[in-house]
């Protein structure tokens, strides 16, 4: 079982910036991949970026050049940079790890962009 812990949301203007940050515990391989989905009222959940044991990382579309996903593995923690933050990355986003023995989910942080 794997347990993780988010903290990191809130409410920001326009243009303004968010970290979020995930903590892992339990039990845990070196090959995993973490990262963060999103769901906004009405929509589907959507993969925001991950990043694997090795670093790469993954990002949609939408936050390109806006978002950077970073991990530190010693800490067992994934992070979120969040910049140029627009109302449309309003949502409660989910902190995942992932092995070959399943997928975990946070209990995810509400994202709240608005002035």
């Known amino acids: 079982q794997v347990q993780l812990a988010e903290s990191g949301g809130g409410l920001v203007q326009p243009g303004g910036s968010l970290r979020l940050s995930c903590v892992a515990s339990?039990?845990?391989?070196?090959?995993?991949?973490m990262g963060w989905y999103r769901q906004a009222p009405g929509k589907e959940r959507e993969l925001v970026a991950s990043?694997?044991?090795?670093?790469?990382?993954n990002y949609v579309d939408s936050v390109k050049g806006r978002f950077t996903i970073s991990r530190d593995n010693a800490k067992r923690s994934v992070f979120l940079q969040m910049n140029s933050l627009k109302p449309e990355d309003t949502a409660v986003y989910y902190c995942?790890?992932?092995?070959?023995?399943?997928?975990?989910w946070g209990q995810g942080t509400q994202v709240t962009v608005s002035s």
């Open positions: 995942y790890f992932e092995s070959y023995l399943g997928r975990y």
């Open positions: 339990g039990i845990i391989r070196s090959d995993n991949t």
């Open positions: 990043v694997d044991w090795t670093g790469i990382t």
